[in-house]
């Protein structure tokens, strides 16, 4: 059984766990989810805290449900 980091997302109750090093300001990611609004709200919990600016947005991947987030300035 994985155990759940503080930085780690699990929107939907399935631990999906980012590179938050690797975020520089122009990248992205894909998060697959149902629960699009839980995803954002702890998407903006762990980015509030490292004082990053994000773009939020649900959007259908490869035939997926998620959110996609961007670092911005």
């Not at 631990?15 to 938050?20: E, G």
Request: with cysteine; charged share 20%; proline share 3%.
């Amino acid at each position: 059984m994985a155990v759940q980091k503080i930085n780690d997302l699990n929107p939907d109750g399935v631990i999906i766990s980012v590179n938050w090093d690797a975020m520089v300001i122009g990248a992205s990611f894909f998060v697959p989810c149902v629960n699009t609004e839980a995803a954002i709200k702890q998407v903006k919990k762990i980015t509030d805290a490292f004082k990053w600016n994000v773009e939020c947005k649900v959007v259908t991947q490869d035939n997926k449900l998620g959110v996609r987030i961007w670092r911005i300035l």
